[in-house]
């Protein structure tokens, strides 16, 4: 519990009455108008994530993620399989990603905007103020990513009404253009820091500039808001990215960050081509960084 004190003061003043989310007060200050203009404007070439397609969106040009200008979305469901501090969770399942991770646990699903279901702004409003009146403790937008969605996400907090917290929940291979944009809107971040090693990004993910560009936005969105990391534990790569990435983190974000070690992985999707992504991780290997975490100084495990 103390762990979640310090990660998550405002949060919390959020969830008791105490305080607005974001992005409702945002609303109130104009800032948030400003922001769709912004983020339209981006959309005439976009580069809302690190890949930076330049692709004229609005036209109807599409970029590496695929994603259009319409909402598509896969699941939207109260998830109970988040964090403690985050269930219930009212979560958006967008289609399409930035990233293209051999081993993704949601594909094909997360990875085409063929597979989402088409919903519009108003409706994801409607749905995110009836599933607050049920008691989700935040809005949850997750894809695949949410980062070629931000249009549709801000258009959607402009109509809501409640006073729900908003989680964003990003592989974090977002654009600095992005990162501004998230500024004075999102409450907590829920952050994937996947590698360290730009070499492991790009064969395992096809990401280039990943590492730069998850420390950037981690650095940033513990300034901005409240920040929880979670590291996929992948075998194979403990030496090479989990270890590295919790140094990383205990030296620029310190003792407290919040931090989820992952043990779920097993092989889905195309993990099979990577001999050593083709088995679980062990409990020997899990245990190892669990031990390194706690030894560098790292308190606020989940
Ligand atoms: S969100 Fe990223 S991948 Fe998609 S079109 Fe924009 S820059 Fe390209």
Known sequence: MEGIKKAYPAYLNILDGKKKPEFQIAKQKGILDKKIKQVEKILGSCELCERKCKVNRLAGELGVCKVGITPKIFGAYTHMGEEAELIPSATLFFSGCTMKCDYCQNAPDSMSPEHGNEWFEEDI??????????????????????????????????????????????????????????????????????????????????????????????????????????????????????????????????????????????????????????????????????????????????
């Open 125 to 302: 409003a409607k749905w995110i103020e009836q599933k607050f009146k049920e008691g989700c403790r935040n809005v949850n937008f997750v894809g695949g990513d949410p980062t070629p969605y931000l249009f549709n996400m801000l258009k959607a907090l402009k109509l809501c009404g409640a006073d729900t917290p908003v989680v964003w929940n990003s592989n974090a291979y977002y654009s600095e253009k992005t990162a501004e944009i998230l500024k004075d809107i999102v409450d907590v971040y829920l952050l994937d820091f996947r590698y360290f090693k730009e070499g492991c990004a790009r064969r395992l993910s096809d990401a280039k500039n990943y590492p730069k560009a998850a420390m950037r936005n981690l650095l940033g969105a513990s300034k901005d808001a409240e920040l929880l990391i979670r590291l996929l534990l992948m075998p194979g790569h403990i030496g090479c990215d989990a270890k590295p990435i919790l140094k990383w983190i205990k030296e620029n974000l310190g003792g407290w960050a919040r931090v989820n070690l992952l043990a779920q992985y097993h092989p889905s999707w195309h993990a099979k081509k990577h001999v050593e992504l083709s088995r679980r991780l062990t409990h020997i290997e899990y245990q190892e960084v669990v031990d390194y975490a706690k030894d560098i100084g790292l308190k606020n495990l989940c």
